[in-house]
């Protein structure tokens, strides 16, 4: 038996083992999870989304993308990013109603533009169902495909430097344990790499804490001020959203990055598990599991949900590609939604371990793109697949802040990762030479995750 061969039944390891790599993936996915509302109660000034309620949604979220995909797509939905733009402009909104609102007043209104945007998830999933995902793939072909999920690696890259930046030698610990136990770990060893660097890297800021040690700004390595003052047991604090117009037209339009991302992302993962995702259960089930868990989490005052790029970098470092895992880390998220003591003691892991981890997890993500475009065989000769991927990674590298327009008196932004799938489809409807057939390379397509089975119509 190949020991490096990807474990696609976790059931043959036993339920203890199942368990564990579920907690695994959950670290994997918490870090950028809770991140979310904490950068959008900066934006609303204390009065922002609640970590709980991200939790409970991002697990819900998940089990929910699960049924609508037929339980075979092994992905974890946690907060968008793509959203925060969206969030700090609603915040500083001062027209209209919105003129007299405190910073929690005007929360609501933007989840109810978050709402707006998974909803139009559906209208794409529509358009897959109805027009064919033959056609609607002619106009995502691997020149496209391969440097958009190169670009949701790199476009990730600054925030892993920036996390590690806090205390790089605890962030190389977590990169050292990680790589230590992947490359010569043996049996269960080798794929729990993520969870011994979370553990291990944690014992090891708790020794430097002990004896006095801090980061170099001067800051306390871990703070366990919210420990102390959470509770064991408490019900989220969810919230219904609310709608309005102005607030709809700031956050709806971000969609586009974000579906954009979904394909990604699910080419992704079908390339790292080696299925056809795309084609079985189908791109328009993942949109609709997709767009519904982010309008359902908007709805009681939560973020919007998406597709992650670290859940393929796990699937890629751990083997494991069992949705069962993935099913088994949105429970625990669940769980952790009504034990806010809990979620403030793994909130405390320090931003330097996050960003140690995410050096391997974005980098992988990168060298998939890579690797999709290289067993595509994509002809960089040509001038016209030259000129698309370069214009693809600039707009989605050179473009970190997005492209802010004013449209009815407030500022929409499409994010850089938008900006460069709209080019990359553009250019490649409007050059001429575009003879990519959607299934002529089923071995190349399969790891892109958009292949067409020979002979199947």
């Known amino acids: 038996m190949n020991p490096n061969a990807p474990i696609k039944d976790a059931r043959t390891l036993g339920v203890p083992k199942m368990l564990l790599l579920g907690l695994q993936h959950m670290f994997a996915m918490f870090g950028a999870t809770i991140l979310v509302p904490i950068l959008v109660n900066g934006y ?49 909104l001062n027209t209209g109603i919105f003129a007299d609102m405190s910073y929690g007043e005007k929360l609501p209104y933007a989840c109810g533009g978050i709402v707006v945007a998974g909803l139009l998830y559906l209208v794409l999933a529509l358009i897959v169902k109805v027009v064919g995902i033959q056609r609607v793939m002619h106009f995502l072909p691997p020149v496209v495909t391969g440097p958009m999920i190169i670009c949701i690696g790199l476009s990730l890259a600054p925030s892993a430097v920036s996390n590690a930046s806090a205390n790089w030698l605890l962030a190389l610990i977590a990169l050292a344990v990680i790589v230590i136990f992947n490359v010569w770990g043996k049996g269960m060893w080798k794929i729990i790499p993520i969870l011994m660097g979370v553990v291990i890297s944690y014992a090891v800021a708790c020794i430097f804490q002990a004896l006095g040690m801090t980061n170099p700004d001067g800051s306390a390595i871990l703070n366990f001020s919210g420990v102390a003052a959470a509770s064991f047991v408490g019900i989220p604090d969810f919230q219904i959203c609310r709608f309005n117009i102005t607030s709809i037209l700031v956050m709806a339009p971000i969609a586009l990055a974000t579906m954009m991302e979904h394909i990604g992302d699910i080419s992704a993962i079908s390339a790292t598990v080696g299925s056809n995702f795309v084609e079985d259960p189908g791109l328009h089930r993942t949109l609709i599991g997709d767009g519904l868990a982010t309008s359902l989490s908007a709805f009681f005052g939560g973020p919007a949900n998406t597709t992650y790029g670290e859940n393929t970098g796990v699937l890629e470092l751990s083997r494991v590609h069992d949705p069962r895992v993935i099913r088994i880390a949105a429970c625990f ?15 405390s892991l320090p931003s330097s371990i996050i960003g140690g981890i995410s050096f391997v997890l974005y980098g992988m993500i990168s060298a998939i793109g890579v690797r999709n475009v290289v067993e595509n065989k994509v002809d960089f000769k040509e001038s016209r697949n030259l000129l698309i991927a370069a214009m693809i990674l600039v707009c989605g590298l050179g473009f970190s802040n997005g492209i802010t327009f004013h449209v ?50």
């Open 44 to 92: 609303f000034h204390g009065e922002g989304l609640s970590i709980q309620v991200t939790l409970f949604f991002a697990g819900i979220g998940t089990l929910f993308f699960h049924l609508c995909s037929r339980f075979k797509v092994p992905a974890f939905l946690g907060s968008s990013f793509a959203f925060l733009g969206g969030f700090a402009t609603v915040a500083e």
């Open 333 to 347: 998220a669940i769980v952790l939604g009504f034990i806010p003591k809990m979620s403030e003691v793994i909130g």
């Open 408 to 457: 009815a008196g407030t500022d929409i932004t499409l994010t850089g990762l938008a900006l460069a799938a709209i080019v990359g489809i553009v250019l490649n409807a409007i050059f001429p030479g575009n003879d990519y057939v959607f299934g002529e390379n089923p071995q190349g397509d399969i790891h892109r995750g958009v292949s067409i089975k020979p002979g199947k119509k």
